[in-house]
């Protein structure tokens, strides 16, 4: 159920600037690893490349059979000098350790412990991936690494956009180099994958990005760090090729998103990263992205949608005479969820009052990637999590 758009591959790292490796990390970083089929030989790949010292903790994350004894520890124990574990219940996360998930347990990451639940019954959806990474970006913001490597189905693409909307760094394997590219392809499509590459180049960029300032800074970012001049410039360059003018963005938000970028490239200095954004497209299409924030899901914010629907839906429907068009206009669409969320709630109320009225809803956004994913209408098969099931069925096809 997922699109394939142009692969994003690797920003380019020949740029000035950048941190030496004596740099200390500050906070712990936590890695989620996510895979399915034909994952274990990328898993192995990953931790053979990875260094012992990095100061990241690694949480393995794979579709299991429930029915079987886990043995992803053990195997993985000789790919790597690192202490390997299956996770266990309440268990602090430590640095330099890799947990692996139990085959009957879905894993999540609470204040920097590892919770176990059980498995969901065999009848209901089981994505365990989407399950850890949507905690790991809530619990660890900046500091929240998503992987996805081998696998197939879409199973990690919902969880990363929690990653990324929480302003962590998000990895995918490149397709072309997975045994199965499904899950690759999907988080690709999402349009949330800061570095698409192969396995064995992942460590070098964890490494860099977990001694960057913006890893361990504040919540709002410094706005000393970025000369008025220089910020002056970047707003010029993003305007002059997106048409859009962020000098009244909110600076708090505007200072983090930049850091993210140049901790993304690994850069220290906003003159570095003013110099990439002149020759570098790419990185200004990537930086507008990155202000946009366009961060949704179906029904997000429950309780505003029940308010609506009570408020105005119920009542919009209620006047409307048969035949009688209902138009609803959603600026800030971003991917669609939105506004296909409007859409079904006012099926709804339609269908339960037996009335016949044309339905237009109107969605824009500024990003052009994002709408054309809502275009599509084509979302990972996760979010029948999200969705009653009747309206699912009623407004959804899988595999279509």
């Not at 920003?11 to 970083?29: E, F, H, N, R, S």
């Not at 070098?204 to 000393?224: K, N």
């Not at 035949?323 to 669409?333: F, K, S």
Request: glycine fraction near 8%; charge should be neutral; aromatic fraction near 6%.
């Amino acid at each position: 159920m997922s699109v394939k758009p142009a692969v994003r591959r690797r920003p380019k790292a020949d740029v000035p600037q950048t941190i030496a490796a004596a740099d200390m990390p500050v906070g712990l970083c936590i890695a989620g690893i996510g895979a399915s089929a034909g994952g274990y030989d990328a898993i192995r790949k990953f931790f053979r490349a990875m260094p012992e010292d990095s100061g990241v903790a690694f949480v393995v994350v794979q579709h299991l059979d429930p029915t079987h004894t886990s043995l992803a520890a053990e195997l993985f124990a000789k790919c790597t000098s690192m202490p390997v574990s299956e996770a266990r219940e309440g268990e602090r996360i430590e640095a330099n350790h890799v947990y692996t998930s139990p085959s009957d347990k879905e894993v999540a990451v609470k204040n920097g412990c590892l919770r176990l639940t059980p498995r969901p019954p065999v009848k209901q959806l089981h994505l365990p991936i989407d399950h850890f990474f949507s905690s790991l970006g809530l619990d660890c913001g900046a500091r929240a690494i998503g992987i996805v490597l081998s696998g197939t189905g879409t199973d990690g693409t919902l969880g990363l956009k929690e990653i990324a909307a929480q302003g962590g760094i998000v990895l995918v394997q490149e397709p072309v180099s997975a045994q199965f590219d499904g899950m690759p392809n999907s988080a690709i499509a999402a349009a949330i994958a800061n570095y698409v590459l192969p396995v064995e180049e992942m460590p070098a960029v964890i490494a860099g990005y977990v001694r960057h300032p913006y890893v361990g800074g504040p919540d709002e970012a410094d706005p000393g760090l970025i000369d008025p001049k220089t910020l002056q410039s970047l707003f010029s360059i993003v305007q002059a090729r997106r048409g859009h003018d962020f000098s009244g963005y909110k600076p708090g938000t505007m200072f983090r998103r930049i850091q993210r970028r140049m901790g993304l490239h690994n850069l220290l200095k906003s003159k570095d990263y003013l110099a990439l954004l002149q020759t570098d497209p790419n990185e200004v299409d990537a930086l507008f992205r990155d202000l946009l924030i366009g961060v949704t899901e179906f029904f997000r914010d429950p309780l505003a949608w029940d308010t609506l629907d009570a408020d105005v839906i119920i009542p919009l429907v209620g006047e409307k005479e048969r035949d009688e068009p209902i138009r609803i206009w959603i600026p800030g669409c971003s991917t669609g969820e939105e506004a296909y969320t409007m859409a079904m709630v006012v099926l709804e109320r339609l269908r339960r009052v037996r009335k016949h009225c044309p339905v237009q809803i109107f969605a824009t956004d500024t990003n052009n990637d994002a709408l054309e994913v809502g275009r599509l209408g084509r979302y990972p098969v996760g979010i029948a999590a999200r969705i009653p099931a009747s309206w699912l069925g009623r407004n959804f096809c899988r595999g279509c």
